[in-house]
C-alpha cells in the first residue's frame, strides 16, 4: 500500500558480493542480483544451494561474512541491511518473511497472529502501553484499525470464518497462507517467503499463486520467492536467481533461465542435457515440515 | 610466594570436585540440551551415601582406613547412579518434546524435591566425618609460612585425574561414547540407525551422578561436614565451570571446574572470604554475556 | 469375546522385582541408615523395616502398573482398595477404636510416618480410581492428547465459573474479617496468604505470560523490602510514599539484571537468576553498614491510615485512628487495615496483569514465548520487550517486599532464600501459567493449609518439589492453563 515512487533504475534491492561462511562451508559466494519493485523474483536451485541462508542473511538473522545488502525504501530512503538489527529490518527497512518451516504463534488465534504482526504501529499508539493501560481513546481506535487491516488480510486468505481459531489447529496449507498474511500485516515493501508452496496441494498452490501475484500488483511491493515447484516459480515470477553451492549459475526471465545449460546441468547432472520443459523436477516434500531452516 | 603456592592447591583440589560435577552438566547438556538442574542434589546424595557407607563400617580409624575409604567410593559409585537414572526416569523421559519451560520446571521441581527428601529422613543438622587421612608433605617454606601438599589432596588429584582419562576413554572408544555422540547430533537419526536411544540418555544420567558422587566422597573427605543443602551453591558453582569452560565440551569442563576452583581460593585468600560465592555468580554472568560459548565450546549458530 | 492372552507371569515379576531392586537402590542407603548429628558421630540407627515396606510397595505397584497395562484391573481394584482402607483405618485408629484395638491396629501401618502412610493411601487410591475406570466404563484410561484436551476443557470451565464465583470470592475477601469465625491467627493467615497471591501475579506475568523463568523473583522482594525499610528509616518518609518509589527501585533492579541476560536462552536465563538472588542475599548478609547484615532491619514504620496511626497512644504530632474516629483502641483494627492495604495492592496487581494481556506489549509478550524468531521477523525488539516483562514483575514483586517490611516491622536476609522464589514459583506453576485463579487457588492450598495444619509444614517444600515434577508429567502446559485469546474477531460482529 506503499505508494512506490523510485526511479526505476533504482532496484529495491540490491544484493552486492555476499558471501556467508560457517567454518569451512560457503553457504553463499559472492552472490549479487538485484531485485526490483512489483516483480516476483524467484530465487531457486537444488537443496542446500544457500536460498534459505540468502534470507537469513538479508532478514538479519546471520550477519555475512562480507557484502553489501542495500535496500531502497520509497520513503525512508537507502537502508543497509547487514548492518541493521533483526527487528529493525523489519521495522524500519520495511522487510518481512516467512519460515520454510511455518513459525505461527501457534497458540494464539489467528487473529491475535496478525495483530502481533502490527505490534509496533499499535505500541506507539497505545503510548507505550501507558496510554493503553488507562483506556484512551486513541488506542482503542489503533486497535479497531488494526483488526480492519487483520479482517482485509483474513478475507484476502479465506480465513475470516476461522479467525478465532488458534493458528496450530489450523490445516496445513491455510497456515502457509496465514504466515504470508502476517507477514504482509507489517506493510512491508519487500516480502521474502521461504517455500510457501512446499507441502500444499495442487489446488492450495493455485490459490497461493493468485495471492502473490495479487499482492505484487495491488500492494505494489517486491517479492522475493524460494520455492522448489517449477509450475509456480515459472507461472508467476517475473526473474529468476538461480543458485548453486552457494555461487548464483544464472539470472534472467523464467524463459532464458529455463534454457540455460548451466541450470540444466545443476538440476540433472553432467550427461543429460537433452532439453525438456519439465527439467526441472519439483522436490519431492516427503516431511514439509522438516528441513533445517 | 608460598601463600600463592598454597592457595592454588587448595585451589585446585577444590577445582577437582567442581570439575567432576561438571561434566555431568556437560554430558546431560550435550545429549538432551537442557541444563540438569537436579544435578547439585545427586552431588550432595553421593556425599551421603559415602559418609553412611564410612560411618557403617565403623572403621574411621587405624590401619583400616584405606579399606573403609575404597568401600565408600565405590559404594556411593554404585548407590548413587541410581538416583541420576531415576531422576531421569521420573522428570525428564516423560517430558521429551515437550516446551522447553515445562522441562526446566521438573527439573527445579527435583532440585527441591530431593534435598527436602534427604533433610526429612537425614534431619536438617550437619553430619561429620571424623578426620581420616591426615597429614602431608611440606613442601616449601618461607617467612614462617608453610605450604602442605596433604595426602588427601593428592589423593583427590589422583583420583579426579584417573576419572577424567577413563571418562575420556569411554566416551572416545567405546560404542556406548559413540552412540553418545550420535544422538548429540541427531536424535532422530541415531534411533533409526538402531542406536537405543532412551538407554544412551539413561546411561549418560548414570555417568554423570557416577561422576558427582565421586566429587560427593571428595567433598566430605576434604570438609568432614556436610548437610543436606551443599547441592545448592556446589550445583551453581560446577554449573559456573561448566559454562566456563564452554557447555557441552568435556575438556572444557574439567578445564572450567579447576578455574573456578582456583579463582574461589585466590579469591578468598587475597580479598573477602564472605563474597567468594558473589565471584563466582558474576563470573557465570559474566561469560554468559560476552563468551556463551565459554572457552572450548563450539559456537552455537540459531538455526533459523 | 475372545479369551485374553494368558498373563506371562515370570517375565511379570521379573519386571517388578527389577522396580524393587531399584526402590531397593534408591532407599538403602538414606533410608536404610540414619547418620547421628553433629559432631563426635557414635553408630548409625538403621530403618531396614521402612526399606523392606519400601521394596514391597514399589514390588506390587508396578504388578499393579502391569495388570491396569494389560486391560485386568478387577484384582488391582480389590487389592489397592483393600490397602487404601486398612492403612487409612490404621492411621486413623486411636480416633476410632478403643485403646487395646488401637495398639492392633498400629502395627498394621507400613511407615512411622502419618503423612508418608497418607501419601501411599494416596497413591492406592489413585490406582482404585484407574481400575475402577477401566472396569466400569470399559475404557482405555485417556492419553495424553486426550487428557490434555480434558484438562483444557475443565481449565476453560474453571475460567468461565470465574466470571461467577470471582466476585463471589472477591466480596468474602472484602467482608473476611468481619466474619464470626475469622480470629486474630486466622486474619495473620490470610494477610500471607494474600501477599502471596499478588507474588504469584506478579511472577505470573514473567512466568506465565511472557514465558521467562525467574528464579530469582525474591530478589526483587528483597530489594522492595530494603528499599522500604531504608527510605522509611532514613529520610523519614511515609508507607504511601515509599511503596511506589520502593517498586520503582525494585523494576531498576530487574532491568539492570535483565539487561545483560534476557538475551540468553530460557535454561540460562534461569540459573543467571537463580545467581542473582543469591547475590542480593549474600550483600545483603554482609554489608553491615547499610543493611545491618544478619541483624537485619528493625523498628520499620507501620502505614498510616491518611496519616493516622494505628497505635494505643499516638506519638507527638500525631493522631491515632481510633481517637479520629471516638473508637475504642483495639489491636486488632490494625491488622484489619493491613489486609485491606495487601487486599487492594493484589487487586490492582491483577486488574493491571489482565489490562496489558489485551494491550500490544502483553501480545508481544505471549508470541514472543511462542516464537522469539518470528517476532524478531515481524520488528518486535525481543530484549526490550522482555525487560518490560521482566521490569514490570520486579515492580510487583518490589512492592509486595514493601509490604512484607512494614508488615513485619523488621527483615533479615534470612526471608529472602532461594525458598520463597521456589515457592512463589510452585505457586504459578500449580495454578497453571497465565491462569490468574489459578494463582488464587494455588495460594490458598499451598500457604493456607500448611500454616493450618502444622504437621504438613515439614513436608511443605518436598510435595511442592515433588507437585511440580508431576503436574509438569502429567501437563506440561500446567494444571489449570486455559488460554482466552486477548482479542476476537467474533465480538466485533456488528461492524461491516
Ligand atoms: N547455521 C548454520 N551453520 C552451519 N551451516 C549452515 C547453517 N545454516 C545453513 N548452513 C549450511 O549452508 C548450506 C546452505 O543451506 P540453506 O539452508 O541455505 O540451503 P537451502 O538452499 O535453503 O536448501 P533447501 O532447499 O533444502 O531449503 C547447507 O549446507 C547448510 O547445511
Ligand atoms: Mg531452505
Not at chain 1, 12 to 30: I, K, P, W
Not at chain 2, 280 to 295: D, H, K
Request: proline share 4%; charged share 15%; hydrophobic share 50%.
Amino acid at each position: 500500500m506503499t505508494d512506490a515512487c523510485t526511479h526505476p533504475q533504482t532496484p529495491l534491492l540490491h544484493v552486492e558480493h555476499l558471501t556467508m561462511r560457517f567454518g569451512g562451508l560457503v553457504a553463499a559466494d559472492d552472490v549479487s542480483f538485484k531485485a526490483q519493485d512489483r516483480k516476483i523474483t524467484a530465487i531457486i536451485g537444488p537443496n542446500g544451494a544457500g536460498k534459505t541462508t540468502l534470507f537469513n542473511c538479508l532478514t538479519g538473522f546471520y550477519a555475512p561474512t562480507s557484502g553489501r545488502l542495500e535496500l531502497n525504501h520509497p520513503t525512508r530512503g537507502e537502508c543497509l541491511l547487514e548492518r541493521m538489527e533483526g527487528h529493525r529490518i523489519a521495522r524500519d527497512a520495511g522487510v518481512a518473511r516467512t519460515f520454510q518451516n511455518i513459525r505461527l504463534f501457534a497458540r494464539m488465534t489467528v487473529l491475535e497472529n496478525l495483530i502481533v504482526a502490527q505490534h509496533n504501529r499499535l505500541m506507539r499508539a497505545s503510548g507505550f502501553s501507558f496510554l493503553g493501560l488507562l483506556g484512551f481513546k486513541r488506542y482503542v481506535d489503533a486497535e479497531t484499525q488494526a483488526v480492519e487491516l487483520a479482517r482485509y488480510w483474513l478475507d484476502r486468505i479465506g480465513l475470516t470464518e476461522r479467525a478465532d481459531w488458534e493458528a496450530g489447529n489450523l490445516p496445513y496449507g491455510d497456515q502457509r497462507r496465514l504466515e504470508v498474511a502476517r507477514a504482509m500485516c507489517t506493510e512491508p515493501v519487500l516480502l521474502c517467503l521461504d517455500e510457501p508452496a512446499a507441502g500444499l496441494n495442487p489446488r492450495e498452490s493455485a490459490d497461493l499463486n493468485r495471492l502473490l501475484t495479487f499482492i505484487r500488483d495491488e500492494h505494489s511491493i517486491g517479492l522475493l520467492l524460494i520455492e522448489h515447484d517449477m509450475s509456480v516459480v515459472m507461472g508467476i515470477s517475473d526473474h529468476i536467481v538461480v543458485l548453486d553451492y552457494g555461487r548464483k549459475i544464472a539470472d534472467g526471465t523464467p524463459r532464458a533461465v529455463r534454457n540455460d545449460p548451466a541450470v540444466i546441468r545443476a538440476y540433472l547432472g553432467d550427461e543429460n542435457d537433452e532439453e525438456n520443459d519439465n527439467a526441472m523436477p519439483p522436490k519431492v516434500t516427503a516431511d514439509p515440515k522438516g528441513g533445517d531452516v | 610466594m608460598e601463600y600463592f603456592v598454597q592457595q592454588l592447591i587448595n585451589g585446585l583440589t577444590l577445582g577437582a570436585v567442581y570439575g567432576l560435577i561438571a561434566i555431568g552438566y556437560t554430558m546431560v547438556y550435550g545429549i538432551i540440551g537442557m541444563i540438569n538442574f537436579a544435578h547439585g542434589e545427586i552431588f550432595m546424595i553421593g556425599a551421603f551415601h559415602a559418609l553412611i557407607i564410612a560411618l557403617g563400617l565403623g572403621i574411621t580409624t587405624g590401619t583400616w582406613i584405606p579399606v573403609a575409604l575404597v568401600a565408600a567410593l565405590v559404594g556411593t559409585m554404585l548407590l548413587t547412579p541410581i538416583y541420576g537414572w531415576a531422576l531421569e526416569r521420573v522428570a525428564y523421559r516423560p517430558l521429551r518434546g515437550s516446551p522447553r519451560l515445562a522441562t526446566l520446571i521438573t527439573a527445579i521441581g527435583m532440585s527441591i524435591y530431593l534435598p527436602n527428601q534427604v533433610q526429612l529422613l537425614q534431619g536438617a543438622r550437619i553430619k561429620t566425618l571424623p578426620p581420616v587421612l591426615q597429614g602431608g608433605f611440606e613442601i616449601m617454606e618461607g617467612g614462617g609460612f608453610v605450604v602442605t601438599l596433604s595426602y588427601l589432596q593428592i589423593l583427590i588429584m589422583v583420583l579426579t585425574v584417573t576419572l577424567m582419562v577413563a571418562f575420556t576413554l569411554i566416551i572416545e572408544k567405546t560404542a556406548l561414547g559413540r552412540a553418545q555422540r550420535a544422538c548429540e547430533q541427531d536424535r532422530t537419526m541415531a534411533a533409526l540407525s538402531g542406536i537405543n536411544v532412551d538407554r544412551t540418555i539413561a546411561l549418560t544420567f548414570v555417568m554423570g551422578a557416577t561422576l558427582a558422587s565421586v566429587a560427593g566422597m571428595i567433598f566430605l573427605l576434604r570438609y568432614g561436614v556436610i548437610d543436606f543443602f551443599i547441592g545448592f551453591l556446589v550445583g551453581i558453582k560446577a554449573f559456573t565451570a561448566a559454562v566456563l569452560g564452554g557447555i557441552g565440551s568435556l575438556p572444557g569442563a574439567m578445564l572450567g571446574g579447576f578455574l573456578i576452583g582456583l579463582i574461589e581460593a585466590f579469591w578468598s585468600g587475597y580479598f573477602t572470604v564472605e563474597y567468594k560465592d558473589v565471584a563466582a555468580f558474576s563470573i557465570l554472568v559474566l561469560v554468559l554475556i560476552f563468551r556463551p560459548t565459554g572457552l572450548l565450546g563450539k559456537p552455537d549458530i540459531e538455526k533459523v | 469375546m475372545t479369551p485374553r492372552p494368558a498373563l506371562d507371569v515370570p517375565a511379570i515379576l521379573k519386571e517388578a522385582g527389577l522396580t524393587a531392586l531399584v526402590m531397593l537402590g534408591l532407599t538403602v542407603g538414606l533410608v536404610g541408615f540414619r547418620i547421628p548429628d553433629g559432631i563426635g558421630a557414635s553408630a548409625l540407627e538403621t530403618r531396614f523395616g521402612a526399606v523392606a515396606m519400601a521394596c514391597g510397595l514399589a514390588f506390587a505397584g508396578r504388578i499393579a502398573l502391569i495388570l491396569l497395562r494389560e486391560k485386568r484391573p478387577r484384582r488391582v481394584l480389590f487389592a489397592s482398595t483393600a490397602y487404601a482402607v486398612v492403612v487409612a483405618l490404621a492411621q486413623a485408629a486411636p480416633v476410632l477404636f478403643s485403646p487395646a484395638a488401637t495398639e492392633r491396629w498400629i502395627t498394621l501401618r507400613p511407615f512411622d510416618s502419618a503423612v508418608v502412610n497418607g501419601m501411599t493411601v494416596v497413591l492406592a487410591a489413585a490406582f482404585a480410581l484407574r481400575a475402577a475406570w477401566m472396569e466400569w466404563r470399559h475404557r482405555r484410561f485417556p492419553g495424553i492428547k486426550e487428557r490434555d484436551k480434558a484438562m483444557d476443557a475443565m481449565g476453560a470451565r474453571v475460567q468461565r465459573a470465574t466470571h461467577f464465583f470471582g466476585p463471589a470470592l472477591l466480596l468474602v475477601a472484602v467482608i473476611l474479617p468481619f466474619l464470626p469465625m475469622v480470629d486474630r491467627r486466622l486474619l495473620d493467615i490470610a494477610v500471607l496468604v494474600v501477599t502471596y497471591i499478588m507474588l504469584g501475579w506478579g511472577l505470573n506475568i514473567v512466568v506465565g505470560l511472557a514465558g521467562l523463568l525467574d528464579l530469582g523473583y525474591v530478589a526483587f522482594y528483597a530489594v522492595g523490602a530494603y528499599s522500604f525499610a531504608l527510605l522509611a528509616i532514613n529520610f523519614d518518609l511515609g508507607f504511601w510514599i515509599c511503596l511506589p518509589l520502593a517498586g520503582m527501585l525494585a523494576a531498576t533492579a530487574g532491568i539492570l539484571l535483565g539487561f545483560p541476560v534476557l538475551r540468553l536462552r530460557g535454561d540460562y536465563l534461569a540459573i543467571v537468576t537463580l545467581g542473582f538472588g543469591e547475590i542480593i542475599r549474600i550483600i545483603l548478609l554482609n554489608w553491615y553498614q547499610f543493611t545491618g547484615g544478619p541483624d537485619g532491619i528493625s523498628g520499620i514504620p507501620k502505614p498510616t491510615f491518611f496519616g493516622l496511626e494505628f497505635k494505643r497512644s499516638a506519638s507527638d504530632g500525631g493522631e491515632t485512628f481510633h481517637q479520629f474516629f471516638d473508637l475504642t483502641y483495639s489491636p486488632v483494627d490494625k491488622i484489619v487495615f493491613i489486609y485491606y492495604v495487601i487486599l487492594g495492592l493484589a487487586l490492582i496487581t491483577n486488574s493491571f496483569s489482565l489490562r496489558i494481556r489485551k494491550l500490544p506489549v502483553g501480545r508481544a509478550w505471549e508470541a514472543l514465548r511462542e516464537d522469539e524468531i518470528a517476532c524478531r521477523s515481524l520488528g518486535i525488539n525481543a530484549t526490550n520487550t522482555k525487560l518490560t516483562a521482566f521490569a514490570i514483575g520486579a515492580m510487583f514483586g518490589g512492592i509486595a517486599g514493601s509490604f512484607f517490611a512494614t508488615r513485619q516491622g523488621f527483615i533479615s536476609p534470612e526471608s529472602f532464600t532461594f525458598i520463597e522464589s521456589a515457592v512463589i514459583l510452585a505457586i504459578v506453576v500449580l495454578g497453571g501459567f497465565g491462569s490468574q485463579i489459578g494463582v488464587v487457588i494455588a495460594a490458598i492450598l499451598l500457604i493456607g493449609l500448611p500454616e493450618i495444619f502444622r504437621e504438613l509444614q515439614d513436608f511443605r517444600m518436598l510435595t511442592f518439589g515433588g507437585a511440580m515434577v508431576l503436574i509438569m508429567v502429567w501437563r506440561p502446559a500446567g494444571l489449570l492453563a486455559h488460554r482466552t485469546p486477548s482479542i476476537r474477531l467474533s465480538d466485533r460482529g456488528g461492524e461491516p
